[in-house]
């Protein structure tokens, strides 16, 4: 039977991890808003690069610059975490990369190359028969997405002509509440022109056709090139975004099994304690019937 201390010591620790698990939930809803408005902060720069890419497509065709090569292999990249305490996240974001790859797309392991953005994610990746040839650390701020996307870039090229990739896709989880999240994917390369083309029902929204002095085939690699860093960008901050709603949710879950133990820490608590007063009461009331009983045979005597 546990003594009044031991329990005292044992609600003292719970009520230390339930100022944690508040302080870890508080920190990861700060951090969802620091990536939303990272995704925010480039919304306006996308539009432009997508109004440059529109107008170079307007004026004649594309070149074969934008084309891929034959091969037949596709190349994704998976964003995970590297961080723990965030429920099912890289389970899920794995299992619906594989369930696209094999089932929607009828993959083969073999036939995948994957870059994986994220410790956690890479083993459940490499479980389902995966091999992955790099693994990036995940930013651990607004402020590291930037660094991040710069290794995937540095990473893309030789990947595609080692490997043979014709094709990259993007898997992440984006957030869809506060503490919910949902698989998400996009086709990085090759870029499609029908992505960006005007639609001739629609009018230009400025005055004037935009005109540019620069090469137009330097141009349009350039832009490319930030459409790309755009995409890969979104996507790391969203699913940055979507760890820590992830993360949320399992402190929901820890903050309703936390008050829970140190409800019956606490009762046990008070019943010990009760108890402990009960039998200091019956020994006092004992001992003044003792003593009652000893004067009274005194005065017999």
């Not at 808003?33 to 919304?43: D, F, G, K, T």
């Not at 594989?98 to 490499?126: I, M, N, T």
């Amino acid at each position: 039977m546990q003594t009044l201390e031991s329990l005292k010591r044992q609600i003292d620790n719970v009520e230390d991890l339930s100022s944690v698990v508040k302080t870890m939930k508080t920190l990861a809803a700060v951090s969802i808003r620091q990536y939303e408005q990272a995704v925010e902060s480039l919304a306006d720069y996308f539009s432009t690069v997508e109004c440059g890419l529109q107008i170079l497509l307007r004026e004649q065709p594309v070149t074969s610059s934008v084309e891929l090569t034959s091969a037949h292999r596709v190349g994704a990249i998976v964003f995970g975490s590297d961080q723990g305490m965030c429920g099912n996240f890289n389970e899920q974001v794995a299992t619906f990369a594989a369930s696209h790859l094999c089932e929607e797309l009828k993959l083969k392991q073999a036939d995948c190359s994957l870059l994986v953005v994220g410790s956690r994610a890479s083993s459940h990746l490499a479980d389902a028969g995966f091999t992955i040839d790099e693994e990036i650390a995940v930013a651990s701020s607004a402020s590291g997405i930037t660094d991040v996307v710069q290794k995937l870039l540095a990473a893309i090229a030789p990947w595609r002509v080692e490997k043979r990739i014709g094709r990259i896709l993007l898997y992440w989880n984006r957030r869809q509440a506060v503490s919910s999240y949902t698989g998400h994917w996009q086709e990085l390369l090759p870029v499609r022109p029908e992505q960006f083309r005007l639609p001739h029902n629609q009018k230009w929204p400025g005055k004037s056709l935009p005109l540019h002095t620069m090469d137009r085939e330097i141009l349009f690699t350039r832009l490319i090139q930030q459409y790309l860093f755009v995409s890969l960008f979104q996507a790391h901050a969203e699913s940055l975004a979507g760890e820590n709603a992830s993360r949320i949710a399992s402190m929901h879950a820890a903050e309703r099994n936390v008050q829970t133990r140190l409800d019956e820490l606490r009762s046990e608590y008070h019943q010990k304690r009760q108890t402990v007063i009960t039998e200091e009461l019956l020994d006092v009331v004992t001992g003044v019937e003792a003593l009652m009983r000893g004067d009274a045979d005194d005065e017999v005597a």
